[in-house]
């Protein structure tokens, strides 16, 4: 049994990937919780998917993923900030309209003659393919994205809490949310190497939905977020390893588990 | 002196739309002050206002230091993971920097706020689990533990059980000896008339005054309009529904 658990991760192909499963854990984790108590999910999925022309366009011309997802996701907020300044439209519109727009154009890119056959791995992620440099960077990002909620959590709960009253009581709602996006968007450019453009929402929303439904204080939700993601990341990587099933798959539909699970239990207050 | 001095104060939410023009007025330290009108007759944006707030403002406002605000309990997200105490805790978050841990002065402070709100025995149940009363009770602690000599209230007493509304009003009497401003924003007319100043708004200052000789019938009439009922014997009351957001 304990080789079970234990042999999977002799290589260091899969130490890499474990250690990039548990950073992003840590990014993921919390900013989950954040993101779904500001009613934010869905903003947050279309951003992931907003970003795969910067993906496209950075794996055609041999860039770094890691500044294509910046481009793409810089490139998906301009559009919706654009589209959501008509009062006619509102944001969800604009969200709608330009993530449609930019995955498709990026669907069009990636599958054009000239583009490598590396659709899939902007899809859907290769944990197993992280070098030591993608590993290095995700891990930057991902402990400065740790860090700066763990920092913001005061005046994020005040906003989130309560938003009339957040000011005198020293939070700016308006800098919370968008501070909150700037850190999404810095999570989705770190997970995209490991986790891809369609899976990597799994291990940001699934962890701090059964956090939340089980948990009644903030501090023990952000805990059980993290512990949630970890474990769905190490638990992905041994399911993937033994049944022969792709990794990022494998590691979004175990952080799925516990969310569905949660659903089952009662809420209590 | 005064806590509170407002001078031709108007302003709204986009230019060239007020939503309330014209407010003058001032209360001293130790007074409540009972700030009527309709729904959408100002007292929200005469409150957004004195926060600092407003998009939109011209006019004079001095206050004796920032002001605490406590909202309607309807406005507190209910599925929120914290208790009452952590609530409470929240009004010292404002003096607390960012990387300094809240440590037992604050929560001596937010258990010492329950207390005096008559919910000590509550303090680590759930907020969400809590009754609308006992909700706003919270929310009123929380404004205690921000120590502002300044309170802002909008509609504290609308809608919360009677053990709850007696335990407000009997803080509202600590806090007047504590020589605190309190403008509490209500639809009671009766309720208003028992404080110090009466505030009568729609979308303009109609009348400030001591509520004996501010809250006259006419005065009512043109600050309720048509929300009013006038009972027998002279009596007014209004009818006003609780607010639908």
């Given at each position: 049994?304990?080789?079970?658990?234990?042999?999977?991760?002799?290589?260091?192909?899969?130490?890499?990937?474990?250690?990039?499963?548990?950073?992003?854990?840590?990014?993921?984790g919390p900013?989950?919780v954040w993101?779904?108590l500001?009613?934010?999910?869905?903003?947050?999925?279309?951003?992931?998917?907003?970003?795969?022309?910067?993906?496209?366009?950075?794996?055609?011309?041999?860039?770094?993923?890691?500044?294509?997802?910046?481009?793409?996701?810089?490139?998906?907020?301009?559009?919706?900030?654009?589209?959501?300044?008509?009062?006619?439209?509102?944001?969800?519109?604009?969200?709608?309209?330009?993530?449609?727009?930019?995955?498709?154009?990026?669907?069009?890119?990636?599958?054009?003659?000239?583009?490598?056959?590396?659709?899939?791995?902007?899809?859907?992620?290769?944990?197993?393919?992280?070098?030591?440099?993608?590993?290095?960077?995700?891990?930057?990002?991902?402990?400065?994205?740790?860090?700066?909620l763990a920092?913001?959590s005061r005046?994020l709960a005040?906003?989130?809490?309560?938003?009339?009253?957040?000011?005198?009581?020293?939070?700016?709602?308006?800098?919370?949310?968008?501070?909150?996006?700037?850190?999404?968007?810095?999570?989705?450019?770190?997970?995209?190497?490991?986790?891809?453009?369609?899976?990597?929402?799994?291990?940001?929303?699934?962890?701090a939905?059964?956090a939340l439904?089980v948990g009644r204080r903030l501090r023990t939700v952000l805990l059980t977020s993290v512990a949630?993601?970890?474990?769905?990341?190490?638990?992905?990587?041994?399911?993937?390893?033994?049944?022969?099933?792709?990794?990022?798959?494998?590691?979004?539909?175990?952080?799925?588990?516990?969310?569905?699970?949660?659903?089952?239990?009662?809420?209590?207050? | 002196?005064?806590?509170?001095?407002?001078?031709?104060?108007?302003?709204?939410?986009?230019?060239?739309?007020?939503?309330?023009?014209?407010?003058?007025?001032?209360?001293?330290?130790?007074?409540?002050?009972?700030?009527?009108?309709?729904?959408?007759?100002?007292?929200?944006?005469?409150?957004?206002?004195?926060?600092?707030?407003?998009?939109?403002?011209?006019?004079?406002?001095?206050?004796?230091?920032?002001?605490?605000?406590?909202?309607?309990?309807?406005?507190?997200?209910?599925?929120f993971p914290v208790s009452?105490l952590d609530?409470?805790l929240?009004?010292?978050?404002?003096?607390?920097?960012?990387?300094?841990r809240l440590?037992?002065?604050?929560?001596?402070?937010?258990?010492?706020?329950?207390?005096?709100?008559?919910?000590?025995?509550?303090?680590d149940?759930t907020?969400?689990?809590?009754?609308?009363?006992?909700?706003?009770?919270?929310?009123?602690?929380?404004?205690?533990?921000?120590?502002?000599?300044?309170?802002?209230?909008?509609?504290?007493?609308?809608?919360?059980?009677?053990?709850?509304?007696?335990?407000?009003?009997?803080?509202?009497?600590?806090?007047?000896?504590?020589?605190?401003?309190?403008?509490?924003?209500?639809?009671?007319?009766?309720?208003?008339?028992?404080?110090?100043?009466?505030?009568?708004?729609?979308?303009?200052?109609?009348?400030?005054?001591?509520?004996?000789?501010?809250?006259?019938?006419?005065?009512?009439?043109?600050?309720?309009?048509?929300?009013?009922?006038?009972?027998?014997?002279?009596?007014?009351?209004?009818?006003?529904?609780?607010?639908?957001?």
């Open positions: 049994m304990l080789g079970w658990l234990t042999d999977p991760f002799g290589g260091a192909i899969m130490q890499r990937a474990l250690a990039e499963v548990l950073v992003l854990a840590l990014a993921c900013l989950g993101i779904l500001y009613r934010d999910a869905y903003a947050a999925e279309s951003m992931s998917h907003g970003m795969l022309p910067g993906l496209v366009v950075a794996a055609l011309v041999g860039a770094p993923l890691l500044l294509g997802a910046a481009g793409g996701v810089l490139l998906a907020a301009v559009g919706i900030a654009l589209v959501a300044r008509d009062e006619r439209l509102g944001g969800d519109v604009g969200v709608a309209v330009c993530v449609s727009a930019l995955f498709g154009l990026g669907a069009m890119l990636a599958l054009s003659p000239a583009a490598p056959p590396r659709l899939a791995e902007l899809l859907f992620g290769d944990l197993l393919g992280v070098t030591a440099a993608d590993l290095a960077a995700a891990g930057a990002l991902a402990v400065g994205v740790g860090v700066a920092a913001g005046p005040l906003a989130a809490f309560e938003r009339a009253s957040a000011p005198s009581l020293g939070a700016r709602p308006a800098r919370c949310e968008l501070g909150l996006l700037v850190l999404l968007a810095v999570t989705t450019v770190a997970a995209v190497q490991g986790l891809g453009n369609l899976l990597l929402f799994a291990l940001v929303v699934a962890p939905a059964a439904r949630l993601a970890a474990l769905a990341g190490v638990a992905g990587l041994l399911v993937s390893f033994h049944l022969r099933i792709a990794t990022g798959a494998a590691v979004a539909l175990c952080a799925l588990v516990p969310a569905f699970a949660a659903l089952l239990v009662p809420v209590r207050r | 002196m005064s806590a509170v001095r407002v001078a031709a104060l108007s302003g709204g939410y986009r230019p060239g739309q007020d939503a309330v023009r014209d407010v003058t007025f001032a209360a001293g330290p130790g007074q409540v002050v009972g700030v009527l009108g309709p729904n959408g007759g100002g007292k929200t944006t005469l409150f957004r206002a004195l926060l600092g707030e407003l998009p939109v403002q011209r006019g004079e406002i001095a206050l004796a230091g920032a002001p605490a605000y406590v909202p309607q309990t309807e406005r507190a997200r209910l599925d009452a609530v409470a929240m009004g010292a978050y404002g003096r607390t920097p960012w990387y300094r440590g037992r002065r604050e929560r001596e402070a937010a258990r010492g706020a329950l207390d005096r709100v008559g919910l000590a025995a509550v303090a149940e907020f969400g689990g809590l009754s609308g009363g006992q909700r706003q009770r919270v929310l009123l602690a929380r404004a205690l533990v921000q120590d502002a000599p300044v309170l802002l209230l909008d509609e504290p007493l609308s809608g919360v059980d009677g053990v709850s509304a007696a335990g407000i009003e009997r803080v509202f009497g600590e806090l007047r000896d504590e020589g605190r401003t309190l403008l509490v924003a209500t639809h009671d007319v009766h309720q208003a008339a028992s404080w110090d100043r009466a505030l009568c708004l729609h979308g303009r200052q109609v009348a400030f005054g001591k509520p004996g000789e501010t809250l006259t019938p006419a005065v009512l009439r043109a600050t309720y309009g048509a929300e009013l009922i006038v009972l027998e014997g002279g009596d007014a009351a209004v009818g006003v529904g609780h607010h639908a957001h």
